[in-house]
């Protein structure tokens, strides 16, 4: 960034998404909501662009982007979409599904979006916001989450402020996220079969990958960590311990009251923000039934406990 020590924060209007646009095509770094949580957005075409990313989040080098794309004609250019490829992107897109595909030799790309693989991942968001910026630019965005890496993904512009703040050029407020977990990950094999790199909030039914190669985003097996122990599947809280509670496990933060899924995703991070607040030393988390986003959850908490 371009040597300040405060970040910007505007409002996801039009000036906002102007002014948003204007630092990208200058190559800087912009928080930006998606329907999953905020993005840190760079350039996609841009090797210095993309190299700020990882430098402001501390991120990985072998740690691929997902890049963001206003739909199925751009990806085009990026990606080989076989059929299966472009079945899911015609039901789920614009939405919270990333697809890991083939990269095209010929994609005008900067190569460490996909960290020296062969593959790239592609997402076309539906957030207002984020499609609004993709419009006002003429190139693709690269965009993990936008927090230091490994720590608590950000649902609202003050937990992206909490650990980029000084570290990127600007944030566009656009409210709190509504999904509240990250896109659902699926590579689109050679042969046709898929496989989910990450649990999301689509349910699709696919084989979870067994590899142990990163290939996505998400599949550390240490992430989203709020610096203190987690211990999970909690029926009560000990002393020392900032509860996260669910449904009739009412916590000192509760993801969901009735036991709501979905309502648990949203609210996830911000708890988790909450805790990591807290006096307590320590954290502990009601059970959360594996069923639909729960998965999502659970593949989360896991991470952070890791």
């Known amino acids: 960034m371009s040597g300040k020590n405060v970040t910007e924060v505007r409002l996801a209007d039009a000036e906002g998404i102007a002014r948003a646009a204007q630092i990208l095509e200058s190559g800087g770094l912009v928080a930006v909501p998606t329907e999953t949580v905020y993005g840190l957005a760079a350039r996609a075409d841009s090797a210095e662009a993309v190299a700020k990313i990882y430098a402001a989040k501390g991120r990985p080098d072998f740690n691929p982007l997902i890049v963001h794309v206003a739909g199925l004609e751009q990806a085009a250019r990026y990606a080989d979409l076989a059929p299966a490829a472009l079945a899911l992107a015609a ?75 000084g570290r990127i050029d600007l944030v566009l407020d656009g409210g709190a996220c509504l999904a509240g977990v990250e896109s659902t990950i699926v590579a689109v094999r050679a042969d046709g079969s898929l496989e989910e790199l ?80 807290a006096g307590q030393p320590r954290i502990a988390v009601a059970p959360v039934p594996e069923e639909g986003v729960g998965r999502a959850i659970n593949d989360r908490l896991r991470r952070a406990a890791a």
């Open 198 to 277: 990450r649990p999301g909030p689509l349910s699709l039914g696919t084989q979870a990958a067994g590899g142990k190669n990163i290939e996505a985003p998400g599949q550390l097996a240490s992430h989203y960590a709020p610096g203190k122990p987690v211990r999970l599947n909690a029926e009560r809280a000990e002393a020392g311990e900032f509860w996260i509670g669910f449904g009739a496990l009412a916590g000192d933060c509760t993801l969901s009251a009735s036991g709501d899924v979905t309502e648990a995703a949203t609210r996830l991070y911000a708890c988790l923000h909450e805790a990591a607040r």
């Open 91 to 165: 039901a789920h897109w614009p939405g919270p599904l990333t697809l890991v595909l083939p990269r095209r030799a010929d994609a005008p790309l900067a190569e460490a979006v996909s960290a020296g693989l062969p593959t790239i991942a592609l997402r076309a968001p539906a957030h207002r916001v984020m499609r609004e910026l993709l419009a006002a630019v003429d190139f693709p965005l690269a965009a993990p989450s936008a927090n230091r890496s490994g720590f608590i993904s950000p649902t609202t512009a003050a937990h992206v402020l909490a650990s980029l703040d």
